[in-house]
Structure formats: C-alpha cells, structure tokens
C-alpha cells in the first residue's frame, strides 16, 4: 500500500471516529458512509465479549472446583476436629452437671437431652438426679411418670401436684415412692379435688422429706405431714401473702425456714413452737394494735425477717437478727423492737415508705446496716429531708455510716433530679468521713415497671463514668429483693 493510500484510510478511520464519537451523545441518525465503520465497530467487539465470556466461563468452572474442593477439605477438618472437641471429652459426671444447671424449670424432666446423640442420651438416661423432679398439672396416663420412677433408681424425688387431680394411678405410682420424696410442692388443691386428705397413704411416711410448700389449700385441719423428721423448710402461702395458710399439724419444733399468712393468734403459736427458725416470712389474716401474748416470744436464732404487718413486732423479740424486710411501713414499733431485741441489722428493706423524719430517727439507731433497700410510699412526705440527712457533708455525724448498697423504687423518677437524690449518691461515692465506708452499689426501680426519663439515663451513665456501680432493675428483678425464701 503507497503511503498516499495508508494516509487517506488513517484520515477516513479519523473522521469515523469524530463521527461516531458525536453520534454516542446525540439521536442524530448515521451517515450512510458511518454504517460499514459501525458495523465493524460492533463485530468487532463482539467477537472480544464472547471471548472474554468463554475465559470467564473457564474461570467460573475452576473456581466452583476449588470452592466444592475447599468445602470438602473443611468438613473434613470439622469432622476430625469434632473428635477431639472438649465437649466431646467431657467427663460424664461433669456432662451431668451440666445438664442440670441447663434445665430451666426444675420440675420438668429432661427428654430433650435425649434427642441431641447417642452417647448424650445414655449419659442422661444413666443420670438418676435428673429424673427426680415429677410434676403434674392434669395428667392422663403413667407412662412418664414410670419412666422416671425407673431413671430416678433411688434419688431423692421431689414432688409437685398441681390444681387439676391426676388419675388414681398416678398417685398410686407416686405414693409407692414416698419415703424417697425430697421436696413437696402443692398448688391450688381445691376441696373438689379431695384436699390434703389425698395425701393419707404417705403417712409415717416422708422419712427424707426436707421442703413442704403448700401455695393454697382449702380443706378440714389434717396432721398428715406432723411426723416428717427431716422437714425444715414449710411454706404455707404465696410470695405475695395472697392465701391464707392451710390448717395443719406440722413439728414446729424442727423448722428453720417458714412462709405463712394466719391470724395473729396463729402466728404467735407457730413461732413459740418454731424456736429453731432461721428465716421467716410471716403475713397477718388481719393486723391488730393490741397485743397478742403478754410476753413477746423470743426467737434466738432468727437472722432474716419479713413481715407484712409491722405492729406484729410488739410481739417478737430476735437478738441475732440481721435481715429485716416490711412489707408496709410502720415504723413506729421498730425503735422498740431494736431495743428490746438488741440486734445489729446489716440489711433493712422498707416497701411502700413514708421517707419522713421517722425513717430518719429509725435510721440513726442502726449504724451497722451496710443494705438499704426502700420503696418511696406514693402519698408519703417529700424525700428531700431525708435525702439531706443522708448527703455526706463532712460532718461527723452521719446517718448510716456504713452503708455499701442502697436500692431506691419511685413512682416518679422526674423528681428525682430535683429532691437531692443524685446530690446524696454522689457524695457518698465521692467521698467519705474517717470511719465510714463508701457507697459501692446503686439500683433504681420504678413501682410500676416502667422505663426511667433520659435525663435520668444520662446522670445515672455519668456517675457510672465515674466508676460508681449505678443501675435500674425491672420490676420483675427488684421484687426478687424482698423475699428471704428462695
């Protein structure tokens, strides 16, 4: 080709270009003399897409071999490595363990465990303490129950009967095993459903029984659970003290633990006869100002109290008590209770408070109490006085010097930030007089479950900036704070 014809073939090739150029940013139809350049334009590329295609269609096909290979080569690897997992080496005793903490209602038995492999399933089914919970609401056939029976060998059975009365045989199955029954635990049994006379056969029976908890029942008075020589735990109402207790013989004489709600006389009994009791929690049928035994009854080894019905205190007298719980406040009998008591409580809750200038006299007889937890009452005096004499201020005289923990329920979390509240926290955590300790742990709740205001949120999270254990519970977790009986 002369280099005149290569010139003009590079001048057209140039122009087609400027051409095709101002045709790509505009709708204006091609020259008939742009189409052959076009054409070529687009075979060309073509031809380069379908290429590229084939190479990436390569690629894509290696690249799903090495995925497939590298999938195979890790389960491999997990197979291998599942062999020698820790879990897979665990003792079968600690593999027990294990599955009874896991277990979130302890009165169900766990079938689950069963399901998971084969070596778990025998370890489970060879594990007696795991089947010993048997509990029933409306039963309708012994199947389970036998099972368990059989797993459970010889284990301490622990027993719950609910509402609905199960079919004879059940009772029938249970009550062959009674001298194996560890805890009983009984709610709702109605007089339709036969009452505590339901439990006549286990009579002389109950050589292991430990915990007794009847949550409500209705019936004549029966002394089936008067011979019992390992009891030490009855609890005869509900948390909330909403039932009264039933009427019952039980050896008093051994008890260390006790829930129940009687009339005043009642109470008074129980605990003249219960002179073994560790803790107690105890509510009145009905209160009453006079005095129900001449002499108040003297419980010596009572370390933990609560009571719904504070004027029963008049009636008490415990020298090595430690927790007390009110239900109600009524502080008027408390100064005289200490006094006659002479116990050094260390742990002091007050529901439904009237934060006035009783609580504070109150308070200054009890230098040794290191938990507060109070309930501000909805209609009670206004805290700011109280929260002043709790304000560490670099006096010498200081209400509750000894104070680690303190628990404080609201109604109104508003107020708050303007009653002194977070005033009185801040010094006790800042600092504190020679002698006294510091206030390491702070809980807020609202009576009625609901979430605090932001700004509240925001001075709580600064104090916690500033290393002080601050925080808000829910109803549900404050509640858990009032009882002894777990």
């Known amino acids: 080709m002369s280099p005149e014809v290569a010139e003009y073939e590079n001048a057209v090739k140039h122009s087609n270009i400027l051409n095709l150029s101002q045709l790509l940013k505009s709708n204006d139809p091609p020259l008939e003399s742009d189409v052959p350049f076009i054409r070529a334009v687009i075979w ?120 609905e009365k ?13 001298r194996r029954w560890r805890t009983l635990h009984i709610h709702d049994l109605t007089p339709n459903v036969g009452g505590l006379d339901l439990f006549e056969p286990v009579r002389g029976r109950l050589d292991q029984l430990q915990e007794l908890t009847i949550t409500c029942c209705y019936g004549k008075v029966s002394d089936v659970f008067a011979i019992a020589p390992n009891l030490r735990r009855v609890v005869l109402t509900d948390t909330q003290f909403t039932n009264a207790s039933p009427h019952m013989s039980i050896p008093w004489e051994q008890i260390t633990h006790y829930r129940g709600t009687c009339a005043p006389e009642t109470q008074t009994e129980i ?15 009905y209160d009453t100002d006079s005095a129900v035994s001449a002499t108040p009854t003297i419980l010596p080894h009572l370390r933990g109290l609560s009571l719904a019905g504070p004027s029963f205190l008049t009636e008490l007298a415990t020298p090595v008590l430690e927790t007390l719980v009110l239900h109600y406040d009524a502080l008027s009998p408390l100064p005289s209770f200490i006094q006659r008591s002479s116990c050094t409580l260390n742990k002091l809750v007050v529901k439904e408070c009237d934060m006035g200038s009783e609580l504070i006299s109150v308070l200054r007889d009890l ?26 201020t670099g006096t010498t005289s200081i209400l509750c010097p000894n104070l680690t923990t303190m628990v404080y329920g609201h109604w109104d979390f508003r107020s708050l930030l303007q009653d002194g509240f977070l005033t009185m926290a801040r010094s006790r955590f800042q600092s504190s007089p020679k002698g006294a300790s510091r206030l390491g742990s702070l809980r807020l709740y609202h009576t009625f479950d609901r979430l605090p205001p932001a700004d509240l949120s925001a001075q709580i999270a600064m104090l916690c900036a500033e290393g002080f254990d601050a925080a808000f519970l829910d109803y549900q977790d404050a509640t858990s704070l009032w009882g002894l009986l777990v």
């Open 166 to 178: 199960p079919i004879d045989a059940w009772f029938d199955l249970v009550f062959a095993h009674s």
């Open 44 to 163: 060309d590329g073509q031809t380069e897409v379908d290429a590229l295609n084939k190479q990436i269609h390569d690629l894509q096909a290696t690249l799903a071999g090495l995925v497939q290979r590298r999938d195979m080569a890790a389960e491999n690897v997990r197979q291998h490595r599942a062999i020698i997992s820790p879990v897979r080496c665990l003792r079968p005793e600690l593999l027990c363990d294990i599955f009874a903490l896991s277990l979130n209602d302890k009165r169900q038995p766990p079938w689950h465990f069963g399901h998971i492999c084969q070596s778990w399933r025998r370890t489970a089914v060879s594990y007696p303490p795991l089947w010993c919970s048997i509990a029933t609401l409306s039963l309708k056939d012994t199947t389970s129950t036998q099972t368990q029976l059989l797993r459970s060998a010889t284990a301490p059975l622990n027993i719950s009967c609910g509402k």
């Open 367 to 392: 230098p040794a109490l290191a938990y507060l937890l109070l309930e501000r009452s909805k209609y009670g005096y206004s805290p700011q006085e109280f929260f002043q004499a709790m304000t560490f």
């Open 271 to 285: 605990l003249k006869a219960a002179q073994n009791l560790l803790f107690c929690e105890i509510s009145l049928l």
